[in-house]
């Protein structure tokens, strides 16, 4: 597949982009080589290749689900900055 200017012009209007003449150019060439690449991959034997998101086998690590105590509430506020009724003041924000 080739790409022409006027595919880098028309795909740069699509995202808003101003570009000058000199960058068409560029992105032009970069286009080009890009995809001249994905053609060469697209000559490898894939056959009996499973589709993976990784490389390597990933795992969530899951630990045990134990209750614990909680925070005293003098030890939660102990380094509040401000503290009003017993809980955490912070400034209003809405009018």
């Keep these: 597949m080739s790409i022409t200017e006027k595919d880098v012009e ?3 209007g699509l995202a808003r982009l101003n570009l000058k ?7 032009t060439a970069q ?3 890009i995809l001249s690449y994905v053609e060469k991959l697209s000559e490898l034997d894939t056959e009996g290749v499973e589709p993976t ?3 390597e086998s990933t795992s969530t690590p899951m630990r045990e ?5 909680s925070l005293a509430r ?9 503290i009003e009724r017993g809980c955490f003041k912070v400034p209003k924000i809405i009018e």
């Design 21 to 27: 003449e000199g960058e068409v150019n560029t992105y």
């Design 10 to 12: 028309y795909v740069a």
């Design 65 to 69: 689900d134990v209750v614990h105590d």
């Design 74 to 82: 003098d030890e939660a506020l102990k380094n509040a900055p401000s």
């Design 31 to 33: 286009l080009q080589r």
């Design 53 to 55: 998101a990784y490389s």
